[in-house]
């Protein structure tokens, strides 16, 4: 079955403390993609990846990391998450004609 | 960056009634996709317009490519509680075609009462 995956689906931390988010995808899609949603404001892109090795900044980079050692999996990397952070995180498979997205992350950062 | 202006931004309708919701941007699209987010998934493909004038249907679902290539329109017709989600436009970044970088509107909250 084709799809992207997610972990962990929900994360409390607190201000500071570094933490990484999952995202792998079974399709040998080449592009992949991470966005957070808040209320009002729709999905926004942090960062994009077109291969292994090769990524991006979306339109909100500041705070987040990204790395794409391998096709199927792009890691979302908070370094120094602060409340700010707090969203709702999804990935996001790309292929020509469509965006796969993972069941998202919860994350609260107190 | 571009900027995708949804509206409305909720809807609340009675089951049986159709909907409208369309997108507007400040720059040229060559693109245009629907998507359709229920509670607690990350959102779904409707339908994707790629020609200006464009008019495209999957069920009871249609959605137009305006022919500005600066707006995109979704109805539905004749809803059911199952509609029940939030709808989100979305186009590539800078009037491409590069599926990779996209921006989405802001959505639409769409809530069908029984």
């Known amino acids: 079955e084709a799809q992207v995956t997610q972990n962990p689906r929900y994360l409390i931390t607190v201000t500071g403390k570094k933490l990484t988010v999952t995202c792998s995808q079974n399709?040998?899609?080449?592009?992949m993609s991470w966005y957070r949603q808040d209320p009002g404001l729709g999905l926004r892109q942090i960062y994009y990846?077109?291969?292994?090795?090769?990524?991006d900044k979306g339109d909100v980079p500041e705070g987040y990391k990204v790395s794409r050692k391998e096709k199927r999996n792009f890691p979302l990397i908070l370094e120094s998450p602060s409340p700010n952070q707090t969203s709702l995180y999804f990935c996001?498979?790309?292929?020509?004609?469509?965006?796969?997205f993972g069941p998202g992350t919860r994350l609260t950062v107190l | 960056g571009q900027q995708l202006n949804q509206s409305p931004q909720s809807m609340f309708i009675q089951e049986g009634e159709d909907v409208s919701m369309n997108c507007t941007s400040s720059?040229?699209?060559?693109?245009w996709l629907w998507y359709k987010q229920e509670p607690g998934e990350g959102p779904v493909l409707l339908i994707a317009?790629?020609?200006?004038?464009e008019l495209t249907s999957n069920g009871r679902l249609t959605a137009q490519f305006g022919i500005t290539r600066k707006d995109s329109f979704l109805n539905i017709s004749a809803s059911i509680p199952s509609d029940v989600g939030i709808y989100f436009c979305?186009?590539?970044?800078?009037?491409?075609?590069?599926?990779?970088?996209?921006?989405f509107g802001q959505g639409t909250i769409l809530t069908v009462h029984p």
């Open positions: 979305a186009g590539p970044n800078a009037g491409g075609t590069s599926y990779g970088k996209l921006t």
């Open positions: 399709m040998n899609h080449e592009y």
């Open positions: 990846s077109m291969n292994v090795e090769v990524t």
């Open positions: 996001a498979s790309v292929t020509s004609g469509e965006q796969f």
């Open positions: 720059s040229i699209f060559n693109t």
């Open positions: 317009l790629y020609k200006a004038g």
